[in-house]
């Protein structure tokens, strides 16, 4: 009898313990198991393809999801885009606040441009020594050098939270045609015909070892906010950076492999430099209008930005849509369920098209915008990384009107 009674008072604590944690968000729709236990959620975060089980729930369920007893999944841009600024206190309890899009900015990025000109135009122009004498380059040594020029631009407080994570060129000198010739070695070695034919045998696609997996695999994901020290709303600006670093290489990976593409942004490019010299481009010394680039670089970020975030609700609480979440809830937003929102980047969310940043109206552009959350949160933060992101934009100009791109055996090729 005695036993009965402890198997039952144990029964009912834990009953009242699963009923405590279904009611604290039981106005947010999700899966039933998902408000008994953190079980359930942890065996989601486990399970393979991550992102895309999450993406179904949003379909299934809207753009806030209960995926834990006092967590919750937000799938829209609108309602996250300012979550890491309320560390400082400067954003109001309430979401879908207006932060400007991602390249508004009431500061010239051109005034932090100016004192760099000599330094990039040399980097710029080692670099395509470097690049034209080689026939076949691996992008990653595209990623190398985007780091060049944002570390350069940016501030110690940005590059500083990445250092141990990411590499960077740290020789304060201009690079020499070697240190970047160096970085082909890998590229070479694996192109050779012995390899190449493992390769082929194998399935394997070699190419460019730094696209993200999201690009390679789409429905493997490795969180990359997982990698850094979470300090103040550096986090997600140091994530940024990274993901411009690997825009800068992505563009000519899908200009490569999208050939439409590359012929439309070509004859915008064409029509440039037919009024423009190198320096005159590099430079910024005028307004040039490069709206397909541009597309291009948000399209591209768009597929290879990779993030799983989660942020703690302040005291107070605040409304997410039409849910009030109290105090200590999380809410969590992962790049799969942003990127393939449907509401706002249409039902072929998973294709790449440029296309779309050029059609939608001023309202729809913003709400795409909002989505690139660590560019974002980076132009909002520091107006430096806006000028290296002007900066990549031409330098892309310029290797496009510069060479051949065309995909070889997966790599990119870039012919002089």
Request: proline share 5%; with cysteine; aromatic share 10%.
């Amino acid at each position: 009898m005695a036993a009965f009674g402890i198997l039952l008072s144990a029964v009912l604590v834990l009953g009242g313990v699963l009923l405590r944690n279904y009611v604290s968000l039981n106005t947010v729709r999700g899966p039933l198991l998902a408000g008994i236990s953190n079980l359930w959620r942890e065996f989601l975060q486990s399970a393979p393809e991550y992102g895309r089980r999450l993406e179904s729930l949003h379909r299934k369920y809207g753009q806030v999801v209960r995926v834990g007893p006092n967590t919750v999944s937000v799938s829209d841009p609108s309602l996250v885009a300012w979550i890491d600024l309320s560390d400082r206190g400067t954003v109001n309890t309430s979401f879908g606040n207006d932060i400007g899009t991602a390249t508004e900015s009431s500061v010239d990025p051109q005034q932090y441009a100016s004192p760099h000109e000599q330094r990039i135009e040399q980097l710029t122009s080692t670099f395509l020594r470097a690049v034209r004498k080689q026939r076949t380059i691996n992008l990653a040594v595209f990623k190398l050098f985007a780091a060049d020029i944002v570390q350069h631009m940016c501030s110690n407080d940005i590059i500083q939270p990445r250092a141990s994570q990411v590499p960077f060129a740290t020789d304060p000198f201009i690079p020499t045609e070697s240190s970047y010739v160096s970085s082909f070695l890998n590229s070479l070695l694996l192109k050779c015909p012995i390899a190449m034919l493992k390769h082929k045998r194998n399935g394997c696609l070699p190419i460019c070892g730094f696209v993200p997996e999201s690009v390679k695999r789409p429905n493997a994901y490795q969180p990359v906010a997982g990698e850094y020290q979470r300090s103040g709303n550096v986090s997600l600006v140091a994530i940024g950076v990274e993901c411009m670093e690997a825009t800068f290489a992505s563009v000519f990976y899908f200009l490569s492999t999208h050939p439409a593409t590359l012929s439309r942004i070509k004859r915008e490019i064409d029509t440039i430099f037919s009024m423009a010299s190198f320096s005159e481009v590099l430079h910024q010394t005028k307004s040039y209008a490069l709206p397909y680039v541009e597309a291009v670089m948000k399209e591209t970020l768009r597929h290879v930005m990779i993030f799983d975030y989660q942020h703690q609700v302040p005291p107070g609480g605040v409304m997410v849509g039409e849910y009030d979440l109290p105090q200590g809830t999380v809410i969590q937003y992962h790049a799969d369920t942003i990127r393939h929102n449907s509401t706002t980047y249409g039902e072929d969310s998973a294709l790449f098209r440029p296309e779309r940043w050029l059609l939608a109206d001023t309202t729809e552009r913003k709400r795409m915008e909002e989505g690139l959350i660590p560019l974002r949160i980076c132009f909002r933060n520091d107006s430096q990384t806006r000028a290296a992101w002007r900066s990549l934009k031409m330098i892309i100009a310029l290797v496009i009107s510069k060479f051949d791109v065309t995909a070889y055996y997966l790599y990119c090729e870039v012919l002089s």
